[in-house]
């Protein structure tokens, strides 16, 4: 049964960047289309990215042109590049498959603040 485990967040200032990971595990990642979501506190869990098995991806209009979703699947891994931070992005992020798997991760936290 295939996990995803989240890693990369952290504290980070407005105009920094961080870059998340998403490791899988128990199953090749290599069919998976694959997705990133945040969760602000207070609000409800929302799409980030999402990157498919021949490299197709797409984006929410909140990221699009800061945000690079990007995978590896020899390492069945996936990324989240985040650049040009905004306070708004503070969230804890998850990723998951397209169908998502009814295990979610713990995520991780991103925090943007000065």
């Known amino acids: 049964q295939v996990q995803f485990v989240e890693s990369g967040g952290g504290l980070v200032q407005p105009g920094g960047s961080l870059r998340l990971s998403c490791a899988a595990s128990g199953s090749s990642l290599s069919l998976y289309v694959m997705s990133w979501y945040r969760q602000a506190p207070g609000k409800q869990r929302e799409f980030v990215a999402r990157?498919?098995?021949?490299?197709?991806?797409n984006y929410a209009d909140s990221v699009k042109g800061r945000f690079t979703i990007s995978r590896d699947n020899a390492k069945k891994t996936v990324y989240l590049q985040m650049n040009s931070l905004k306070p708004e992005d503070t969230a804890v992020y998850y990723c998951?498959?397209?169908?998502?798997?009814?295990?979610w991760g713990k995520g991780t936290q991103v925090t943007v603040s000065s």
């Open positions: 998951n498959s397209v169908p998502a798997i009814p295990n």
């Open positions: 990157i498919t098995s021949d490299i197709m991806v």
